[in-house]
């Protein structure tokens, strides 16, 4: 699972069904695999809105 997370963060067009099967093949079903994606996907946008926003950092 945390493999396809990085991939999912570093390049989410290169996520592919293959990755899907594996996860599945971890025993993940189809909704946990929506969760992890959906999840994964939401801190990455919030980070990103935070990073350009300057928040957290010292001015």
Do not use: C
Not at 18 to 32: I, N, S, T
Not at 34 to 48: D, E, G, H
């Amino acid at each position: 699972m945390l493999d396809y997370v990085v991939k999912l963060t570093k390049d989410a067009t290169t996520v592919s069904p293959v990755d899907h099967e594996g996860l599945r093949q971890a025993g993940f079903d189809d909704k946990a695999i929506l969760q992890i994606t959906l999840i994964a996907s939401w801190f990455n946008y919030i980070n990103r809105v935070a990073d350009a926003l300057g928040v957290g950092r010292e001015g």
